[in-house]
C-alpha cells in the first residue's frame, strides 16, 4: 500500500471507528470477543482497501465488513459471540446507520461540554460516557 493510499485509510479508519466499534459492542456482547471482531474488520479493511469505491461512504463499507465478521465469528465458534440471530444483526446493522448521525452530534456536544468540566467530575464523566 503507498503512503497516499495509508494516510486516506487512515484517514477514513479514524472517523468511522467509534461508529464501527459501537455497533459491534451493541452485536457482540463479550467486550474481549468485541475486541477481537473489530480488530479483525480493521485488519480486512486494510487488506481490503484497494478495492474500496470511493463514491460510496466508507462506514457504510466498513459497516457490512463489520456485519460479515460478526456472522463469521458467530459462525466459527461453537460458543457464538452473541446470541442474536443474522436477521437480528442486520437489523441492528440498518438501525445503526440511522442514528449514526445523531450519535456523532452527541459525541460533539459531549466534547463541548467537557471543556467546561474539570478534575474529578471530568473523570467520572469520561467514565460514564467514552469508557463504557
Known amino acids: 500500500m503507498s503512503d497516499p493510499s495509508q494516510e486516506q485509510f487512515t484517514r477514513l479508519w479514524t ?7 459501537g455497533y459491534v459492542s451493541a452485536v457482540v456482547t463479550d467486550p474481549h470477543a468485541a ?8 485488519l480486512t479493511l486494510l487488506r ?24 463469521s465469528e458467530r459462525r466459527d465458534r461453537a460458543r457464538a459471540l452473541s446470541r442474536l440471530r ?12 440511522e442514528i449514526l448521525p445523531t450519535v456523532d452530534a452527541r459525541r460533539g456536544a459531549l466534547n463541548e461540554c ?9 473523570e467520572l464523566v469520561v467514565l460514564r460516557y467514552e469508557e463504557a
Not at 475486541?35 to 480493521?42: R, S
Not at 443474522?86 to 446507520?97: F, K, N, R
Open 15 to 21: 472517523a468511522a471507528h467509534p461508529a464501527i466499534a
Open 35 to 42: 475486541d477481537d471482531v473489530l480488530q479483525q474488520v480493521a
Open 48 to 71: 481490503k482497501f484497494a478495492e474500496y469505491d470511493p463514491a460510496r461512504p466508507f462506514t457504510a463499507w466498513a459497516m457490512g465488513m463489520a456485519k460479515t465478521a460478526i456472522l
Open 86 to 97: 443474522p436477521a437480528t444483526v442486520e437489523s441492528l446493522e440498518q438501525v445503526w446507520q
Open 114 to 122: 467537557l471543556r467546561s468540566v474539570s478534575g474529578r467530575s471530568r
